[in-house]
């Protein structure tokens, strides 16, 4: 990987936990209740978070289980974003994300 390839997959990364750390923070503020992902999407957008980070970002969240996800209409779990498309979901904080805004986890690819 030359240096230029490098640059661009950091600026990338930077991008991800920065994104990963906004998602974060605003279901932190609006917790308990799970919160439509197309709500707090709209919300970003004004933070330049593209709709393929932000999905890329929930998918990362997910998987990490820093954050739950289920349906909006019939409120099933959803363990893996890719089986449904992120409109039709709500989302919540889960408490190895409160853990992580807290401090008590690191992970660089959180921007806290």
Known sequence: MDLKERLLAEM????????????MRALNVLAPSYNSLRGIQRALVADDISENLYTASLD??????????RTVKDH??????????????????????????????RDEMVEV
């Open 76 to 105: 099933l779990p959803v363990a893996d974003l890719a089986d449904h498309s992120w409109t039709e979901l709500e989302g919540k904080l889960a408490s190895k994300g409160t853990r992580v805004l807290e401090g008590n986890i």
């Open 12 to 23: 990338k990364q930077n991008d991800l936990a920065r994104a990963n750390g906004k998602i």
């Open 60 to 69: 990362f969240l997910a998987l990490e289980g820093y954050i739950m996800l």
